[in-house]
């Protein structure tokens, strides 16, 4: 079964951290992935760099400028990845806009994936009735779950659309904004959590956007399965060589 | 009747188009799907937005027979003048449209992307007459380059603010608008100011500036006893005037269309915003159409003088013509603009924005036949580009 899948079966809440590959330096990638695993970290989502991320804000946007002068590139992320499957076990997610897929080859980026062993997609701006219609079966031909994402403006039958078409979990976004520009959840999210948990999906949902610290991720994994941190890492990347990354899970997951 | 350039039901013209979207702006662009149409074909809706183009954008402009120009190249040059609309530019038509758009569908916050300021100024203007509270974004760069339109923005009540992500030029002003827009789904509405963006933008503007064809029609038939002309030349930056100086002619394949891209210093030349040849199919802020990019797919940066048609992508219908070759593209460089834009001020007595001045650099780069009725649209007057005009000629000597 999909590495995603186990995860998501075993009793705990799970902890994502999403990071720009090529950032801070070229060569972080791999070193990255592993701290983050030896730290006790559920699942990675790895950010493939684009120019023009239209649904980040600027922490990731600044990562994957710096990313793209550093040098990365879809190629080289696959290289830096081919062994990652020797020493790490947590599932591993590719995230990144439609663009830089498009012009590596849908096919060739999938059964790249598949070969390196990365588990599932998170390609924000391609449009569910596209993924339906031209790439559902090449995603199952290569055993790649396909994430969606959700807003608190997504209706029900939407709602209801995206979890029949999922078969790993849903993507949360916990409010409506790009990453990183919330300070704290207020009643009006803590509401959204508790009504898409009353929905029942068959598909569990891990909550995005504004998470940065114990409190965040607890309020969010009241409900929800599990929670993603995106800009807050990078932010503490910034400032913290690749080794102190155990500080900074420490600081969520006591 | 069966169209062969108009928008199918998913949004594509051809093989370009669609709503490549994040989820976040889903509900926002659907609302706009459901109802752009509805509302476009109220009475009401048509009869506000035609009497604002009457008394206030002063439309129908012109169709003007240019005899010099027609003299010197030995055919029947038209000029439509839309830099004769309010605010100077074809502009204008579209921002009406949207902001009586907006008003509908209930929303009350306007935002808005700007390159040179045109768009912008268009947008405050707008905003201004419905009194509705206006964000522009404009790259940093382009507000320290363009401070007159910053200032009439500005003027006009509208808060501009600095895209300081990316190269803080117009593809990161428009980044920044959508991310607003994602932050403020519920109260906002984005007036795109081009055929760009996603489905339903790029039919709607068109739809918006369709007026300029519209009238074509009607005064040729006045003044040269028939409908339709030889060519319609227009430039393309993301390709508004175009899309509405061509809209009417799309399917009567007798019209032959030019669209005029910037070549910036020669299209091999590395600073160049030719997209139809320097370009591949991709995905642009929400559309799938010829855009800029690195081999590996990142989006590259455009040049050229005219900061109107410095945009690294086009829109999608303007993709599928040339796809199709239903529409002929020609690319013309700065030096080419500039000369075209001073040889019209001194044999026409109207002195064209830069971006125009580009269409007009085809009458030196094809022959015509003298019989030919050739309409060019005249998009925008040089007023903004007067510093331009006058560092490259040194006028001020």
Redesign the interface.
């Given at each position: 079964m999909n590495r995603i899948n186990n995860k998501l079966q075993e009793d705990k809440k799970i902890l994502s951290i999403y990071f720009t590959a090529g950032y801070p330096k070229l060569d972080d990638t791999v070193s990255i992935i592993k701290e983050l695993e030896q730290n006790g970290v559920d699942m990675i989502e790895i950010g493939l760099p684009?120019?023009?991320p239209?649904?980040d804000?600027?922490t990731i946007?600044?990562s994957s400028?710096q990313a793209?002068e550093n040098g990365m590139?879809?190629?080289l992320l696959f290289e830096q990845l081919a062994n990652i499957r020797e020493s790490v076990k947590i599932p591993l997610l590719i995230m990144g806009?439609?663009?830089?897929?498009?012009?590596?080859g849908m096919e060739e980026f999938c059964q790249k994936c598949a070969a390196i062993g990365i588990d599932g997609l998170i390609i924000?701006?391609?449009?569910l009735?596209?993924y339906e219609n031209e790439y559902k079966t090449l995603f199952e031909k290569y055993g790649l779950k396909n994430i969606?994402?959700?807003?608190p403006?997504?209706?029900n039958e939407?709602i209801t659309e995206i979890d029949t078409i999922s078969n790993s979990f849903i993507y949360m976004?916990s409010s409506?904004?790009?990453t990183g520009?919330q300070s704290g959840f207020g009643n009006e999210q803590i509401d959204y959590f508790k009504r898409i948990a009353d929905l029942n999906l068959k598909n569990q949902q891990i909550v995005g956007f504004g998470i940065k610290d114990e409190e965040t991720f607890n309020q969010a994994t009241k409900y929800q399965k599990g929670a993603i941190i995106g800009s807050a890492f990078i932010k503490y990347l910034a400032k913290n060589p690749v080794n102190m990354i155990k500080e900074f899970i420490s600081l969520i997951k006591k | 009747m069966k169209t062969k350039y108009a928008v199918d039901e998913y949004g594509f013209y051809g093989k370009f188009g669609g709503a490549f979207i994040p989820e976040m702006l889903y509900p926002n662009v659907e609302e706009l799907k459901e109802n752009y149409l509805k509302i476009m074909a109220e009475p009401s809706f048509q009869e506000e937005f035609n009497e604002l183009l009457k008394q206030y954008v002063g439309r129908p402009t012109p169709l003007y027979f240019a005899k010099r120009l027609s003299e010197k190249y030995n055919t029947k040059v038209y000029l439509k003048r839309e830099d004769l609309c309010h605010t100077g530019a074809h502009k204008v038509n579209n921002t009406i449209g949207q902001i009586l758009m907006a008003k509908r569908l209930g929303k009350t916050r306007i935002i808005a992307e700007t390159g040179a300021g045109q768009h912008g100024v268009a947008t405050a203007t707008v905003c201004a007459l419905m009194g509705l509270e206006c964000i522009v974004y404009m790259g940093e760069v382009d507000i320290k380059r363009q401070a007159p339109n910053v200032a009439r923005m500005k003027m006009l009540g509208a808060t501009v603010r600095p895209a300081t992500s990316g190269s803080r030029t117009l593809k990161d002003a428009t980044n920044e608008a959508i991310r607003d827009w994602i932050n403020n789904p519920v109260d906002t509405f984005y007036i795109i100011g081009s055929v760009v963006g996603p489905h339903p933008y790029p039919d709607m503007v068109a739809r918006f500036q369709s007026v300029i064809s519209k009238e074509i029609k009607t005064q040729l038939l006045e003044q040269e006893g028939k409908e339709n002309p030889d060519y319609v030349i227009a430039c393309v930056g993301g390709g508004s005037n175009a899309a509405g100086a061509f809209y009417e002619f799309l399917e009567d394949e007798s019209v032959k269309l030019i669209a005029v891209e910037a070549a910036g210093l020669g299209v091999d030349s590395g600073e160049s915003a030719a997209t139809s040849v320097l370009g591949k199919i991709g995905i642009i802020h929400g559309s799938k159409t010829l855009l800029m990019q690195t081999e590996d797919g990142q989006i590259t940066e455009p040049y050229s003088i005219s900061a109107g048609l410095d945009y690294p992508g086009v829109g999608p219908l303007h993709a599928h013509l040339h796809d199709s070759n239903r529409a002929e593209f020609i690319a013309v460089t700065d030096k080419e603009a500039m000369q075209s834009g001073l040889e019209i001020s001194k044999m026409e007595g109207i002195i064209p924005a830069i971006e125009t001045a580009h269409a007009f650099s085809v009458l030196d780069k094809k022959q015509f036949k003298p019989t030919d009725i050739v309409v060019i649209n005249l998009s925008g007057r040089g007023d903004k580009d007067l510093n331009t005009y006058i560092e490259y000629f040194n006028l001020s000597d």
């Open positions: 684009f120019s023009d239209l649904a804000g600027p946007q600044e400028t793209i590139t879809t190629s806009y439609f663009n830089p897929m498009m012009q590596f924000p701006d391609l449009p009735y596209v969606f994402l959700i807003t403006q997504t209706s939407r976004v409506a904004a790009v520009s | -």
